[in-house]
């Protein structure tokens, strides 16, 4: 097969689908062809010569590579120029946003097969896949990195001749894989974590962790919804969401540094920080909205800003992994190598969707010209 | 006495020289009045409401300021409009830069009794006075957060479903106050360290950090040369540089992270990463270059600004304790506080120069029109 690598056009889309180490893989038995267009590295500073040293072959245009690539590996979704340059048969893999029906009408009318890597199942044969993981993983890691850099204090506690200056106290909303890594990144740079999570579950992985798991007082039938059988958070009642809101208020006023990371898939995000519980936190807080692209956590924050309003940093940066561009880009890139080679047979190389697996049917969103599964 | 703390006017200065601990311990015996100047604070978020709180009376301007200060407590020497707004009589304390003996001739032209911090004997009893060594601890904290920031990889060692991202290789030259905290930082974001300095006896401090000591064979004679009796590094013989910069040379190729500290007060900063040196170090690696005010260890880095050259991004932020503006200010006030009372009577609050008294004389640079020591 001739697998495409194109340089993403998204604005500030640094990452790229493969890697010098994923093109190797690639080309190692001779049975397929990678093609990855001039400058598709710069982003995650790989040089061209660095994939073409692990056996790509460098074009020079987008129309060219998109001509001539049966497969497709790609970040973001296709923009409109980007489609009409692909073969009516090419086979595309990236995060197309298959919440937004729309988008997939269009690549199923133009005939191509597309996974949609947001829809990968969550089961553990899997977790190799996993791009929204692997990705929410860098952005707690940067999120952490961005409050600690625009606070005007210590994260960790510093004792020194004048005296002692007291750790940073992070207050983390929604532990999953992005908020365990934000809390993991806080505890290493020192500082004192507390967090919280609608899923009861998430308690022993954030004292596990280090940091204080907060609750809000369940209902029997709230803790049996809590969690759904995909593992994400679902929306709570409108009473939890009142308690939730006190709890997060007090133990906000409190924080010096907020990490928001609650996303409902598909959904607006829900707010936990209102704009009084702004108002009522410390001039010189910080708080980093990852869920700023679904609306955000926080009515203040602003889509890829930081901006200050009563006397806090918001900072709402939306791609988190696209500023870690290399080691973003090695994890995606390896996330989507192990996908496409469940579709890829070992011995002749020929690709084959194999729709019974409900990995790659999970996944699958347009074949045929036709949208496939929910989306 | 009257106490003032104008708001600072060199750019890019956030820092501020009290803050309301220190106010409300000069306020508390009702010796002193403290004015602070309206915004004084903004840029370390400390409201005039909270200095008001801790005893400091808020005055509107800087005349105002000027004109009723015995006292001046400042960050950065004044600049010629500030200058003309002090009373003839004035004391002024600050990082009065006192290599540049023009500007103390002018201070002292103008009457002051000026105490230039810079110039603080490094002895134990000044320890808590040491404004040097206070923000060169957090200029080395604040370098590793923004290398880290930089970086497009994770510093930490970092497991996942998808495979293994290495931890970062960091660099750290110079092991004075600021090398050290630097290493100490890198080390709690899971970074690998190596690091070195012109004097053997930073070998214990950087392995007690759990960096690796990179050693420049010395002959017996540079031994004797390489530590002078202030603790501060000093230059060495042209032989010794060579030798050096083929090692660091060497290291740099390996490192993922450059922070450089070294500095001869005074004098022009060591060149210790030429631009070959920069060519050969890896695509996406980053340079810090703390020396950058006085040159710069590395020529590629400018002023002040974040550049890409030969794939390496280069940091030159001259200011980085002004980036921690809050905790810089804190223990910047403390130890202008520590100092300031060696020279106020605790029982009556009386204001006297004890020229016997090593810490003061050895700091003081003019009083009565003359300039005083050796600048």
């Given at each position: 097969m001739h697998i495409g690598i194109p340089a993403e056009i998204?604005?500030?889309?640094?990452?790229?689908?493969?890697?010098p180490e994923t093109v190797k893989k690639f080309t190692a038995k001779g049975f397929h062809v990678v093609l990855v267009q001039s400058g598709a590295g710069s982003g995650a500073s790989i040089p061209d010569e660095e994939y073409q040293a692990a056996g790509a072959t460098i074009v020079a245009s987008a129309a060219e590579l998109y001509g001539q690539s049966q497969i497709v590996l790609k970040v973001r979704g296709p923009e409109p120029g980007e489609l009409s340059m692909m073969r009516k048969d090419a086979v595309l893999l990236g995060?197309?946003?298959?919440?937004?029906a729309e988008g997939i009408e269009i690549l199923a009318h133009h005939g191509l097969t597309a996974f949609?890597?947001?829809?990968?199942?969550?089961i553990s044969r899997a977790q190799s896949m996993d791009v929204l993981s692997s990705q929410a993983n860098i952005a707690g890691y940067k999120a952490v990195l961005m409050a600690a850099n625009v606070y005007?204090?210590?994260?960790p506690m510093l004792m020194t001749a004048a005296g002692t200056v007291k750790a940073a106290r992070v207050l983390v909303l929604g532990a999953g894989v992005a908020g365990l890594q934000a809390i993991a990144t806080a505890k290493r740079l020192g500082a004192v974590i507390e967090a919280f999570d609608v899923?009861?579950?998430a308690k022993e992985q954030v004292e596990s962790l280090g940091a204080k798991f907060i609750e809000v007082p369940l209902s029997e039938e709230e803790k049996a919804q809590a969690e759904t059988a995909g593992g994400y958070a679902r929306e709570m009642s409108d009473d939890y969401k009142r308690r939730q809101g006190e709890l997060v208020h007090q133990r906000a006023a409190a924080a010096d540094i907020i990490i928001t990371t609650a996303l409902i898939p598909g959904r607006p995000a829900p707010v936990l920080i209102k704009e009084e519980t702004v108002r009522a936190m410390k001039p010189g807080s910080v708080i980093v909205d990852m869920a700023v692209e679904a609306g955000?956590?926080?009515?203040l924050s602003e889509l890829d800003k930081i901006v200050v309003k009563h006397g806090v940093h918001l900072v709402g940066i939306a791609n988190l992994p696209g500023l870690v561009a290399a080691d973003s880009s090695a994890l995606y890139a390896r996330n989507l190598m192990n996908f496409l080679n469940l579709m890829?047979?070992?011995?002749?190389g020929e690709f084959k969707v194999n729709r019974e697996d409900e990995v790659i049917s999970g996944t699958l969103v347009c074949t045929d010209g036709e949208v496939t599964g929910k989306t």
């Open positions: 998204r604005g500030g889309e640094t990452r790229v689908a493969a890697t995060l197309l946003s298959p919440h937004q949609a890597m947001e829809k990968l199942p969550r005007q204090k210590f994260f899923r009861p579950v955000g956590n926080c009515p890829l047979d070992a011995k002749s």
